[in-house]
């Protein structure tokens, strides 16, 4: 397969070419400078002959990238159609290699674009050691990136969408302050809700930065590329809406002792009862903030509030900012219970020891 492209328009030249203007509404940036766009395919870990599915390509500056690296399949899913043109030139470019989903990346399964195809790369056993030959790419505007990346993390979980073939990367693009909330270490300030959702079920690791001025029109911030790799068994034995649940409580205080975020997951007859009985079963010092609670602690947490969520049905439908919830009323709806563990939970010994709490302290 010849993965060279043919001569094409500077990066400057195509968006002028076609009367391109960033949205501001839409968050829109675009990558100008292509050994950037080569470094984050670089990064991806992109290879010849490798399937990948791109998020927002816009003016399709690492979409040439990719191509370049040799993909043998690009997916891109943009939802601005002032871009299908220019990505339309690109795909004549690319010998039949480049097909554009003109689409909503946030309602799209975008495990569905490869479905349908017989000759996609064949599926990779979840616990095998080695990664499909497939990527999800995406320099993504800002107001998506987190709503993003959560629908992301729990495709994940649920090994459905993109991660039915396998432990399929993301590389993204993020804020900078999101890209170091995501990768997070314990008692640090950017530790927060996000951290733990992305680091429970994923590897994430902040592969290199990129300054403002490197965009156009230049953003305010900095911005973050974070490569995901998938865990092969998520570090929390509950499904991914109990860990969310309690991660966004305990977090919602974020200065206070974590007991009061605790609370706010019960009724105020059941709270002082329930926290108290989790937390000594778990072990955990009421007196401690979020931040500097440990993935260990976390996994204890929710498998402790789950099995609560079990023994009171409705408990887990309970929304303290709702002044009408009662248990019983709850207990009666047809999701009363919380959804199960979508996975097996066997960690070896090797990624056990490697996520103690030692490995996330600061030094």
Request: charge should be positive; include cysteine; proline fraction near 8%.
């Amino acid at each position: 397969m010849n993965s060279r492209l043919p001569p094409l328009p500077a990066l400057r030249d195509f968006i002028h070419m076609y009367r391109l203007r960033a949205k501001k509404i839409l968050s829109q940036n675009y990558l100008m400078d292509m050994n950037i766009t080569r470094k984050i395919a670089k990064h991806a870990k992109v290879h010849e002959n490798d399937w990948v599915i791109e998020i927002g390509p816009g003016p399709g500056g690492i979409t040439r990238a990719i191509l370049e690296a040799g993909a043998s399949r690009l997916d891109v899913v943009e939802i601005d159609n002032r871009f299908i043109p220019p990505l339309q030139h690109l795909a004549e470019a690319a010998d039949s290699r480049m097909f554009i989903h003109h689409q909503d990346a946030l309602r799209t399964e975008i495990g569905d674009i490869w479905k349908a195809e017989t000759q996609r790369p064949k599926s990779v056993d979840w616990n095998d050691s080695s990664l499909p030959p497939m990527h999800v790419i995406g320099n993504l505007p800002f107001n998506i990136a987190s709503p993003l990346i959560i629908k992301y993390l729990r495709d994940m979980s649920y090994q459905r969408g993109v991660w039915q073939y396998g432990r399929v990367p993301l590389t993204l693009t993020f804020q900078l302050e999101v890209a170091k909330r995501l990768c997070s270490p314990i008692a640090c300030d950017t530790r927060s809700r996000i951290s733990i959702m992305a680091q429970y079920v994923t590897e994430p690791k902040m592969v290199f930065q990129i300054s403002g001025s490197c965009f156009v029109p230049r953003p305010q911030v900095d911005v973050g590329v974070v490569r995901f790799v998938p865990r092969k068994t998520p570090l929390v034995k509950t499904s991914f809406e109990v860990l969310e649940k309690l991660c966004r409580q305990v977090f919602h205080y974020r200065q206070k002792y974590v007991e009061k975020g605790l609370k706010t997951l019960y009724p105020p007859e059941m709270e002082d009862e329930m926290a108290d009985e989790l937390l000594k079963k778990c072990r955990v010092d009421p007196t401690t903030t979020s931040i500097r609670l440990g993935m260990e602690q976390f996994a204890d947490l929710a498998e402790g509030y789950n099995e609560q969520c079990i023994r009171h049905p409705g408990l887990f439908l309970y929304d303290y900012t709702n002044k009408h919830h009662n248990l019983e009323s709850l207990s009666k709806e047809p999701n009363a219970l919380p959804p199960p563990v979508p996975v097996s939970y066997t960690p070896s010994e090797s990624e056990d020891s490697k996520w103690s709490l030692r490995n996330f302290k600061i030094t």
